[in-house]
C-alpha cells in the first residue's frame, strides 16, 4: 500500500475511482485508521464521494470505534 499511495500522491486530481481503490486498498490489508483520514482529506478536497465510498469508510470507522468520524461520515 506504501507504493501505491505514493503513485496515488503524485496524480493531481484522482477521480473517485482512484479514491475508492485506495480505500478499498487500505481495508483490505486491515489499514482501517488511513481509510478514515484518507476520506476526510478527500472531503477536505470538496471531492463528492459516491455509493461505493460510504460502505468502505462506514465499515472502516466501525473496526476503528471511530465514532465521531462515522457519525460525520454517515451525515455526508
Known sequence: MAYARHLFDQIP?????????????????ESY??????FFQM????????????????KSCGKINALIEGKQVHCF
Open 43 to 58: 472531503k477536505g478536497m470538496d471531492i463528492q464521494p459516491n455509493c461505493f465510498t460510504f460502505p468502505v469508510v462506514l
Open 13 to 29: 486530481d484522482p477521480n473517485i475511482a482512484l479514491w475508492n481503490s485506495m480505500f478499498r486498498g487500505y481495508a483490505l490489508s
Open 33 to 38: 485508521r488511513e481509510v478514515v483520514v484518507l
